[in-house]
């Protein structure tokens, strides 16, 4: 996997479809929110204070000369009160034109394209057609090298391989067959059985985005019933 790639543009390059440039996957902006704190879990620019109800500590707030990575962590050190990582998830999930922002870093690392194309010549959005395949080939084969095989991981690819799952992308990489038969090396590799302490922390963000992709779909699903019976 390049080390000129962040965990937050992987997971985009997985979701983005390679000629359309629409984005796929579910809940994307919640493995996104988690793949920003991972990084800054495994940079040591955050913790988890486990004596305090495992709530997110700023540990060094100087710049990570990522303006992303930046965002999110003065996003953490401004807010009134520590809030779990779970919250984090959820807040950083839905900064404004998150996937927007991720995609446009790749479009200036000239690895996709930022186009505009019209819908039902109506309506305009935001498509990112590939430019450059070789970054997300690489970052293909390092996941199924690290899924395939019993080798050792290198952390960033076992993250990488967890935050995919959580945002239904790992069928991009894998076949059904592939899946089925190396479920248990995923599970292993979501749990950080095979990645050091500090890589541990951030596996934690991953399974915090896993519950919040699990339950927006019921508060989606409530608000909109809520707004309907109300009128608003």
């Given at each position: 996997?390049?080390?000129?790639?962040?965990?937050?543009?992987?997971?985009?390059?997985?979701?983005?479809?390679?000629?359309?440039?629409?984005?796929?996957?579910a809940y994307v902006e919640y493995?996104?929110?988690?793949?920003?704190?991972?990084?800054?879990?495994?940079?040591?620019?955050?913790?988890?204070?486990?004596?305090?109800?495992?709530?997110?500590?700023?540990?060094?707030?100087?710049?990570?000369?990522?303006?992303?990575?930046?965002?999110?962590?003065?996003?953490?050190?401004?807010?009134?009160?520590?809030?779990?990582?779970?919250?984090?998830?959820?807040?950083?999930?839905?900064?404004?034109?998150?996937?927007?922002?991720?995609?446009?870093?790749?479009?200036?690392a000239h690895i996709v394209a930022?186009?505009?194309?019209?819908?039902?010549?109506?309506?305009?959005?935001?498509?990112?057609?590939?430019?450059?395949?070789?970054?997300?080939?690489?970052?293909?084969?390092?996941?199924?090298?690290?899924?395939?095989?019993?080798?050792?991981?290198?952390?960033?690819v076992a993250i990488l391989v967890?935050?995919?799952?959580?945002?239904?992308?790992?069928?991009?990489?894998?076949?059904?067959?592939?899946?089925?038969?190396?479920?248990?090396?995923?599970?292993?590799?979501?749990?950080?059985?095979?990645?050091?302490?500090?890589?541990?922390?951030?596996?934690?963000?991953?399974?915090?985005?896993?519950?919040?992709?699990?339950?927006?779909?019921?508060?989606?699903?409530?608000?909109?019933?809520?707004?309907?019976?109300?009128?608003?």
């Open positions: 996997m390049p080390n000129t790639i962040r965990l937050y543009q992987a997971v985009m390059l997985l979701a983005l479809s390679e000629e359309r440039g629409t984005m796929n996957g493995a996104t929110a988690a793949a920003l704190l991972s990084e800054l879990l495994m940079r040591e620019r955050i913790a988890i204070e486990t004596d305090n109800k495992n709530k997110v500590l700023v540990m060094d707030d100087s710049t990570t000369d990522d303006a992303l990575l930046d965002e999110a962590l003065d996003q953490i050190k401004v807010a009134k009160r520590q809030r779990k990582l779970q919250d984090w998830v959820q807040k950083l999930g839905q900064l404004k034109d998150l996937k927007h922002k991720v995609a446009q870093s790749l479009a200036d930022a186009e505009k194309e019209k819908v039902l010549w109506l309506f305009e959005r935001r498509v990112y057609p590939e430019l450059n395949p070789e970054p997300e080939q690489q970052i293909r084969e390092a996941m199924r090298s690290a899924v395939m095989s019993d080798d050792d991981v290198e952390p960033r967890a935050l995919a799952n959580s945002a239904k992308l790992l069928p991009q990489v894998f076949t059904k067959q592939e899946l089925k038969q190396r479920k248990k090396r995923i599970e292993q590799l979501e749990k950080g059985e095979m990645v050091s302490a500090a890589a541990k922390q951030a596996v934690a963000a991953i399974e915090a985005a896993v519950m919040v992709a699990a339950i927006m779909p019921a508060i989606t699903a409530a608000s909109t019933a809520s707004c309907s019976s109300t009128s608003c």
